[in-house]
């Protein structure tokens, strides 16, 4: 599995993550179909098959239900090998949910987190948001909070679970960590991916198939993700499903993506240096980026590097 920054820090997490408030939650979810939740032998081949896959992430909330306390009890002795997302601000009682982004309710919310998933640290923390992103982020002091409580070690990264595009784009300016919706049929959060990656917020996408209403072709699928990792500034794609075979499948296809996509990079970028002996890092370009604006200029990855060059009237080697 494909590592990738978390944003500024110097954490690697797995392009895709496990989602899994389908092992403590089956109640007032948006899912095509109900499922009962799993036990914990069940819960144990599920994770077993996402830690095999090389997927370190995973991404759980107060809100899921038994999600937190199930994953702790799974974690002892395996604390060391995962990266933990968790939230805080919503509170589910198994009917409907509330919300609370005070911060003596955040303070009280991670430390019940961390009792709940035995560590003495969370990786990233977010809030939780109910839809009002901007008062969330700049008025109720939750995210101060987060950021005290990063300072004090007790979290390594915060951000927020965004629902508007205008909250993304604040959180673009002032979160370590953006969770964004984002997929094939819904791009509307386009202008919020390039804000954090020009600010070096990390993305995960949440909702990548549309909470199971997408993709319902194999071919589905791999147009889904392509378009989900040509975008700029993913971390991770958090993927929700209780079937281990499901998860290998998905695995499978998103590896086959960034695997297409690693493949052209490497031959535009041998081609941009045998044409103009130039790299991608001369030209001011990520590989990322480079991919997501130029690999349908042209049939081939030699054709998008010499529209490249006519753009930017680049003198090739042969005519210096």
């Not at 300072?151 to 784009?169: E, F, H, Q, W």
């Not at 319902?216 to 889904?224: S, V």
């Not at 086959?256 to 041998?270: F, K, T, Y």
Request: proline fraction near 3%; glycine fraction near 10%; aromatic fraction near 6%.
């Amino acid at each position: 599995m494909m590592l990738r920054r978390l944003g500024r820090s110097d954490c690697l997490v797995s392009a895709v993550a496990l989602g899994t408030v389908k092992i403590g939650r089956n109640t007032a979810v948006r899912y095509p179909r109900p499922f009962a939740l799993p036990d914990d032998a069940a819960v144990d081949r599920l994770l077993g098959t996402a830690r095999e896959l090389g997927i370190n992430l995973l991404d759980t909330a107060p809100a899921y239900g038994s999600s937190e306390e199930r994953l702790g009890r799974w974690l002892r002795g395996r604390r060391q090998d995962w990266v933990l997302c968790t939230k805080c601000g919503e509170e589910f009682d198994g009917e409907r949910s509330r919300f609370d982004f005070s911060p003596a309710h955040t303070r009280a919310s991670v430390e019940r987190s961390l009792r709940r998933l035995g560590t003495d640290y969370l990786d990233i923390v977010l809030l939780h948001s109910d839809g009002d992103d901007l008062a969330i982020l700049e008025s109720s002091g939750a995210l101060e909070t987060l950021i005290e409580l990063r300072r004090d070690g007790l979290v390594r990264a915060c951000g927020i679970s965004a629902k508007t595009l205008p909250g993304a784009l604040a959180a673009a300016r002032c979160c370590d960590v953006a969770m964004l919706a984002y997929n094939s049929e819904d791009t509307s959060m386009a202008p919020a991916l390039a804000a954090c990656a020009a600010n070096g917020c990390a993305v995960l996408v949440k909702k990548a198939f549309g909470s199971g209403h997408l993709c319902a072709t194999p071919e589905g699928l791999r147009q889904n993700l392509a378009t989900i990792y040509a975008a700029p500034g993913i971390a991770s794609v958090v993927i929700g499903t209780l079937d281990p075979s499901h998860l290998r499948e998905n695995v499978g296809v998103a590896e086959g993506v960034m695997g297409e996509q690693m493949l052209w990079i490497e031959r535009a970028s041998a081609y941009l240096n045998k044409r103009y002996g130039l790299s991608l890092e001369d030209v001011g370009e990520t590989e990322v980026d480079f991919y997501r604006r130029w690999h349908d200029q042209g049939n081939t990855a030699e054709e998008a590097i010499e529209a490249f060059g006519e753009k930017y009237d680049l003198q090739p080697i042969e005519q210096r």
